[in-house]
């Protein structure tokens, strides 16, 4: 049966479902995080993509609106995603298509880096939030994300380090809480900050260290607010890992160096057979001159002709 919607594109930024590999735990690991807190919410998912996410905070909240400015995602996730209490919009980020004060609880994953208008962005998500509204927004560390391993997204605009993404909440925002994220065969979301009730332990070349909450997150969470923050559970989204993506390609190098070193052998035993073949038909030529009378010159001509 085919089915009644289009798959987008997986252009390597937008989480497509079914897409394998890290982009997978980071994405719905955030959604899964949002959905604690969303039951009996009015939500806006702000930069909802292809709508998966929407249509997975519907499941608990009262009302989810998944604005993005791309038509095509929006055009997809309609006719993908329907629910009575889901909804789909094309907006802005920065100006976003909702009255004042409509919603409870906003979620922004992984889109401050796509534009440098952060301050209007952030004006925007308090217009529509309640004045006790909550907002749990995502962003990749600079210098973790692109610095150290010396990469470069070419879908980012204007990355955040981790100083200037606090920065950019807590100058819109009076109370905050932290989290890091990042892949561990899996996808780990942990509390930061002194008050973290869990320690990351690392050795780097014979050198231990500890430090409270997650070492070197690639992803910072915050959850914001001007009224009181609710529980935000942190936690593991976990893979087995012979599923994990590092090791099935190592799986897949392998077979392919073994199905190249099994086309070597054979090719190997192919050539040794006519090599044998030819060997056998030289001796038989030797013995045909033994019993007949050739003159040297034509022998070793004809010789030299059947020999590499």
Not at 100 to 112: C, K, P
Not at 156 to 179: N, P
Not at 243 to 267: G, I, K, P, T, Y
Request: proline fraction near 5%; hydrophobic fraction near 45%.
């Amino acid at each position: 049966m085919t089915d009644a919607f289009t798959a987008l594109e997986f252009t390597g930024e937008r989480f497509i479902p079914g897409t394998e590999g890290a982009i997978e735990f980071e994405h719905w690991h955030r959604y899964l995080l949002a959905q604690t807190i969303s039951a009996g919410q009015r939500v806006l998912d702000i930069a909802c993509g292809e709508g998966y996410g929407s249509a997975a905070l519907a499941e608990s909240a009262t009302q989810v609106i998944g604005v993005d400015i791309d038509p095509a995602s929006i055009a997809h996730a309609r006719t993908r995603y329907q629910a009575d209490n889901l909804q789909f919009l094309v907006g802005d980020c920065a100006a976003i298509p909702l009255p004042d004060a409509m919603v409870d609880l906003v979620v922004s994953f992984e889109t401050i880096e796509h534009h440098a208008r952060h301050a209007e962005m952030m004006r925007e998500i308090k217009r529509v939030l309640q004045p006790d509204g909550l907002l749990l927004i995502s962003s990749p560390d600079r210098y973790f994300y692109s610095e150290l391993p010396g990469t470069t997204n070419p879908y980012h605009v204007k990355e955040l380090d981790e100083a200037e993404f606090k920065q950019l909440v807590e100058s819109h925002f009076r109370v905050v809480r932290y989290f890091g994220q990042r892949v561990c065969h899996g996808s780990l979301i942990l509390p930061q900050g002194t008050a973290a009730t869990m320690q990351t332990y690392t050795n780097s070349k014979g050198i231990l260290s500890c430090e409270a909450g997650l070492a070197a997150p690639i992803f910072w969470l915050a959850l914001a607010s001007d009224a009181k923050l609710p529980d935000l559970p942190a936690g593991l989204f976990e893979q087995p890992i012979e599923q994990a993506e590092l090791v099935r390609l190592l799986r897949r190098d392998l077979e392919r160096a073994q199905s190249l070193l099994a086309d070597r052998a054979a090719f190997l035993n192919q050539a040794d057979s006519l090599l044998q073949q030819k060997d056998a038909q030289l001796a038989k030529l030797l013995a045909l001159f033994d019993q007949w009378w050739i003159p040297r010159g034509l022998k070793n001509r004809l010789l030299r002709s059947l020999t590499p």
